[in-house]
T-cell receptor
Framework: QQQVKQSPQSLIVQKGGISIINCAYENTAFDYFPWYQQFPGKGPALLIAIRPDVSEKKEGRFTISFNKSAKQFSLHIMDSQPGDSATYFCAASMVAAAGNKLTFGGGTRVLVKP | ETGVTQSPTHLIKTRGQQVTLRCSSQSGHNTVSWYQQALGQGPQFIFQYYREEENGRGNFPPRFSGLQFPNYSSELNVNALELDDSALYLC??????????FGSGTRLTVV
């Protein structure tokens, strides 16, 4: 059962443009929503995360928008740079639960063209 | 502060063999989780250890087993390897606050 659905699977954006990745979840008990960035041959690295009590969080060029009623959240990468070319994963978890596993989306491969 | 380190980085095994993967948690982290990431997919949760006890398990058969040691390092053991076990195996550690740091993984190829 895929509890976190991510789209699109791939994305091509020009340098300076905006990359937008969307995720939808099913389990309303999720209370922590991180985004990870993964480069080839490396493990996922935490980029930014949000809790459901806020609707938006911004860190530098990265912004998470969260819509609790729609059970959706998205990552916006502003002023995209070639160095942002990577695979991005959304995830969700129940922090207070024993064995608070991360449930990942399928990933979005982003290519930023110079 | 050191991050999460995994060994080996690459491994080739024959179907039916057994394999042990190792993980050193980030300093001070008492929780370690293991994930399997097939090519082109998101990581899938295998199991989690908290203070040497398994406290969560994903949809993986019993031939996937693990250990966490008093220094919070961990092992993942897989018996009777199958071709579909070929994947990147990721270790992640946490202070039990849900914020995980991942290692670079072990690339396992089963032939």
């Amino acid at each position: 059962q895929q509890q976190v659905k991510q789209s699109p699977q791939s994305l091509i954006v020009q340098k300076g443009g905006i990359s937008i990745i969307n995720c939808a979840y099913e389990n309303t008990a999720f209370d922590y929503f991180p985004w990870y960035q993964q480069f080839p041959g490396k493990g996922p690295a935490l980029l930014i995360a949000i809790r459901p009590d806020v609707s938006e969080k911004k860190e530098g060029r990265f912004t998470i928008s969260f819509n609790k009623s729609a059970k959706q959240f998205s990552l916006h990468i502003m002023d995209s740079q070639p160095g942002d070319s990577a695979t991005y994963f959304c995830a969700a978890s129940m922090v207070a639960a024993a064995g608070n596993k991360l449930t990942f989306g399928g990933g979005t491969r982003v290519l930023v063209k110079p | 502060e050191t991050g999460v380190t995994q060994s080996p980085t690459h491994l080739i095994k024959t179907r039916g063999q057994q394999v042990t993967l190792r993980c050193s948690s980030q300093s001070g982290h008492n929780t370690v989780s293991w994930y399997q990431q097939a090519l082109g997919q998101g990581p899938q949760f295998i199991f989690q250890y908290y203070r040497e006890e398994e406290n969560g398990r994903g949809n993986f058969p019993p031939r996937f087993s693990g250990l966490q040691f008093p220094n919070y390092s961990s092992e993942l053991n897989v018996n009777a390897l199958e071709l579909d076990d070929s994947a990147l195996y990721l270790c992640a550690s946490s202070l039990d606050n849900g914020v995980y740091t991942f290692g670079s993984g072990t690339r396992l190829t089963v032939v």
